[in-house]
Structure formats: C-alpha cells, structure tokens
C-alpha cells in the first residue's frame, strides 16, 4: 500500500495549526514572502500529517513556538498573576498577625511589636518574587531607543 494513504488523514484544525507556525515562521524571519505563500497554499491542500510534516520539516519549530509572542505575553501574565496571589497571601497573613497581636495586647497589656518578624519575612519573599518577575534591567519601556 502507499506510504500516503497509510499516514493518518489531517482536519481543519490540523492544517490551521500548520499554517499558524508558518506565520510564525515568517514573523520571525525564517521564510520569505513567496516560500510563505507556497508552503501555506500547500497546507490547506494536504490531505495528510505526512504531508504536513513534509511542509514543516526543514523549520525549527520547538524555536519559533519558544519566541512566540502570544506564548511570551501568556507566561508573563501568569508571572503577574502569581504575584498578585502571592500578594493577597501576604495581606492576609498581616491582618491575621496583626489581629492577634492586638488581641493579646488588649488584653494582656503586652505591648511588644512581635508581628514586625512575621511581616518582614514574608515581605522580602514577596518583594523577591515580585523583583524575579520584572528583574531591574527589563523595566518597562527600556527597550525604547534614546
């Protein structure tokens, strides 16, 4: 039997991947104008993933997926994401502490700031993951030519 018709047969979603790395592939300056044209026009004409593959084979995908922009701006608002609930965690963690303290203050007439260790330790985790996520060299807009 033919190599092609024993290779699995591809669906719309399949090819409009396929056609997806190629833009990327063009973006990013791995395929020019007409190759682009080409190969996209093959895309939407293959039949099967052997085919597909055939299309993708000489690009470097794992590469141009890594420098995907979407890709880029999902995992930087995740980081983002992860510092808001960290932050959340921390304010709730001060409250708590804080209740207490002035619970046992009120009632005890102990007046020792004992929270300030609490509070102080968890901020610097804090401070430290929110530093990791936008590290001083990659401030918004240092990228901006003077």
């Not at 593959?53 to 690009?59: I, Q, Y």
């Not at 985790?125 to 901006?144: D, E, F, M, Q, T």
Request: a positive charge.
């Amino acid at each position: 039997m033919d190599q092609q018709l024993m290779a699995p047969r591809v669906g719309d979603r399949d090819r409009e991947r396929a056609a997806a790395r190629l833009g990327q592939a063009l973006a990013q300056g791995y395929l020019d104008l007409g190759e682009y044209d080409q190969r996209v026009q093959a895309v939407f004409g293959a039949h099967t993933t052997a085919e597909l593959r055939e299309l993708l084979a000489d690009l470097p995908l794992e590469r141009i997926r890594r420098a995907d922009p979407r890709r880029r701006a999902a995992r930087a608002e995740a980081a983002r994401r992860s510092v808001r609930i960290h932050l959340a965690g921390y304010l709730a963690m001060t409250v708590v502490v804080l209740t207490v303290w002035a619970a046992v203050a009120a009632t005890t007439g102990a007046t020792y700031f004992w929270p300030i260790w609490p509070i102080l330790g968890a901020g610097i985790g804090l401070v430290s993951h929110a530093l990791g996520i936008h590290p001083a060299g990659k401030r918004l807009g240092s990228n901006v030519c003077r």
